[in-house]
């Protein structure tokens, strides 16, 4: 089944409700304009609230483990929505709330 694919405006968060933002973005393909993200790139997570009683604070980056098995950019799968992500140092999943309709990949 295809998903959308993720790109800057999509919007991405921890498990936790924290806002997760690419650091860096896949320029060589756009969708609607904007670049799309490969499961290569890193997020930053910001204003994640969870603080665990021992343990090493709230989720700090997070990545995409999996994503298209048959798109590409760059030669890195491209990220798509209902993909598999985790966040660090928590291992809480990372989660797409928001993203582009109009293009999608499997």
Do not use: D
């Not at 405006?9 to 690419?22: M, R, T």
């Not at 290569?40 to 665990?52: D, R």
């Amino acid at each position: 089944m295809a998903n959308p694919i993720l790109g800057v405006s999509s919007k991405v968060i921890c498990a936790h409700g924290g806002e997760a933002v690419p650091t860096v973005l896949s320029s060589r393909v756009t969708v609607a304009g904007l670049p799309i993200v490969t499961v290569a790139e890193e997020y930053v997570v910001s204003g994640c609230p969870f603080v665990p009683p021992i343990g090493s604070g709230p989720c700090v980056t997070g990545r995409w483990i999996i994503g298209a098995k048959r798109v590409t950019s760059e030669g890195r799968p491209v990220a798509v929505m209902g993909a598999t992500g985790i966040c660090e140092p928590t291992g809480a999943a990372m989660e797409t709330v928001e993203a582009q309709a109009r293009v999608k990949a499997s």
